[in-house]
């Protein structure tokens, strides 16, 4: 079945820079991506969802890359704040199986004022 | 709008002692209804998911059942709790035809003992 890696599992970056998040999956036939936003003891925070035919996707404060080449998902944000300090989780889902969202491993984010 | 309520917001119970985590939608129709568990500072491992009333798919076993009784409600159970079951229970919501962003509640955070 699909497997999600994420990287880095801890990010410290200072208020202004940018923090930079990559996943890699392993099904090519994944279509739906999804980066979430957990903070400390709470629920998850849908940031962006991406289709498998948008290589760019921006947001606000942040922009997410789809490789489908690479199998490869990156969310970078730019002008990080102390806001943005959380857990990210990356979710893939594969084309024929809708109802099957695999997380990523999370990449707990700190940053600092 | 939808509207997603978990009950109880969190528990604590004894190692073999019964467990039952309930969660209702409102404001939407016939949705997909997923159990997501989160141990503590891990990523998120789908558990169960149901399209319809009465039927429920297990993703994952885990000593865990889980039944949809009413098109708005999921609920999760065990008749016998293991240290293992301790997490954070997430359930979800997506649009019926699946491949769709899926919205999380709050969560129940569990501490078997």
């Known amino acids: 079945g699909e497997q999600v890696e994420q990287r880095p599992p801890h990010l410290s970056v200072r208020e202004g820079d940018s923090a930079f998040i990559t996943c890699t999956y392993t099904?090519?036939?994944?279509?739906?991506f999804f980066w979430y936003k957990q903070e400390p003891g709470a629920s998850l925070q849908l940031l962006m969802k991406v289709f498998s035919s948008t290589e760019i996707n921006e947001g606000q404060g942040f922009t997410v890359l789809l490789n489908k080449k690479d199998t490869r998902l990156s969310l970078n944000l730019t002008a990080a704040h102390p806001g943005d300090s959380a857990a990210y989780f990356c979710a893939v889902s594969a084309g024929n199986m809708g109802y099957k969202l695999t997380f990523g491993t999370g990449t707990s984010l700190l940053v600092d004022p | 709008a939808q509207t997603i309520h978990q009950w109880p917001v969190a528990e604590i119970k004894a190692v073999g002692s019964p467990l039952s985590l309930g969660c209702t939608i409102k404001?939407?129709?016939?949705?997909?209804l997923y159990w997501y568990w989160q141990a503590t500072g891990g990523t998120l491992q789908q558990l169960f998911y149901s399209i319809t009333v009465g039927q429920v798919e297990s993703v994952v076993q885990l000593n865990l059942s889980a039944s949809r009784p009413k098109d708005d409600q999921f609920i999760l159970s065990t008749e016998k709790l293991l240290l293992s079951h301790s997490g954070f229970y997430l359930c979800?919501?997506?649009?019926?035809?699946?491949?769709?962003?899926?919205?999380f509640g709050k969560g129940t955070r569990l501490t078997v003992v």
């Open positions: 099904d090519p036939n994944s279509y739906y």
């Open positions: 404001g939407k129709s016939s949705p997909n």
């Open positions: 979800a919501w997506s649009l019926a035809r699946g491949n769709t962003e899926v919205f």
